[in-house]
């Protein structure tokens, strides 16, 4: 990563992706625009199907083919528009660029392999070096993530790992070949409570050594108060309010913020009994 503290890595100008079926066409992403600098965390929101996930898989050019589409808009990284790229071109950006956590780990760790060969096949990617070398550094980013005993756990099954830990090892693939951007798509829900908090830790921790820019999607609050620099608020395809945490919470303009805002349980409000 080498872009200076603070400075512009993305800029997303009125992106639209659609999903066409044989009868109607599926506005998922509608014209959104949003930017994200270099040490920075932003927060996309919504109830589900709103079109965080779209979003994130429009910026990695990941959209479900033939059905879907981006139709317009710019995504500019870095200046260059990963629209117009091909795909050979977006291979060289996945990963290494920009890298994406998903909500459940089980589903990006091939149960078939030991996590090892799994970091070490991501690091080869840009890594021409032996497989001693490669050992190494597999293990080095299982300790960058608080593995404990990384050079044991390197011949372990994902089925042989807790779900926090397992969630780490995403972790650690996703920042392998260091990249700019991290895409978090929901990444604590399938985690208790303790865990969540030990993992968003560990992802603040990182950030704050590396300038990772962080675009985390969550219906959680809690998360976003947590994790957060500012917060883009999706309904229906479109970005219906977007700023700083602070002003999110403190002063919510558009009523579907407002809703999201008053649906959210509070400790000092008296329940009535059902």
């Given amino acids: 990563m080498s872009t200076a503290p ?5 800029e997303v100008n009125d992106l639209r992706t659609y999903i066409y079926t044989r009868t109607s066409v599926v506005k998922a992403v509608d014209g959104i625009s949003f930017y994200l600098n270099r040490g920075e965390t932003l927060g996309i929101v919504g109830e589900s199907g709103c079109g965080k ?49 998903l909500q459940d780990p089980q589903t990006s760790l091939n149960p078939v392999f ?25 293990v080095d980013s ?8 990384p050079e044991r756990r390197m011949d372990d099954f994902p089925h042989q790992m807790s779900g926090g830990m397992k969630q780490r090892v995403v972790g650690a693939i996703a920042m392998s070949l260091e990249p700019d951007i991290i895409i978090a798509d929901e990444p604590t829900t399938a985690l208790d409570v303790t865990i969540q908090l030990q993992y968003l830790r560990l992802l603040k921790d990182i950030q704050a050594r590396t300038g990772l820019a962080i675009i985390f999607i ?22 219906v ?8 919470f403190n002063n919510p303009q558009h009523p579907y913020t407002q809703a999201l805002m008053a649906s959210v349980p509070k400790m000092e409000e008296k329940v009535d009994r059902l």
């Fill in 6 to 10: 603070g400075e512009l890595i993305l």
């Fill in 142 to 149: 299982l300790r960058n993530v608080n593995v404990a005993a």
């Fill in 114 to 138: 030991n996590i090892g060969n799994q970091l070490m096949e991501s690091l080869a990617l840009t890594h021409k070096e032996g497989r001693r070398n490669l050992w190494q550094r597999a």
């Fill in 218 to 239: 969550t219906h959680d609050f809690g998360v976003v108060a947590r994790m957060c620099d500012r917060v883009a608020v999706m309904y229906a395809g479109h970005i």
């Fill in 53 to 101: 996930t779209m979003t994130a898989l429009s910026l990695l050019r990941l959209i479900p083919r033939p059905a879907g589409r981006i139709v317009s808009g710019e995504i500019l990284l870095h200046g260059e528009d990963l629209v117009q790229k091909s795909e050979e071109e977006m291979r060289q950006v996945r990963g290494q660029k920009i890298s994406m956590i």
């Fill in 241 to 248: 309010e977007h700023g700083s945490v602070r002003d999110l």
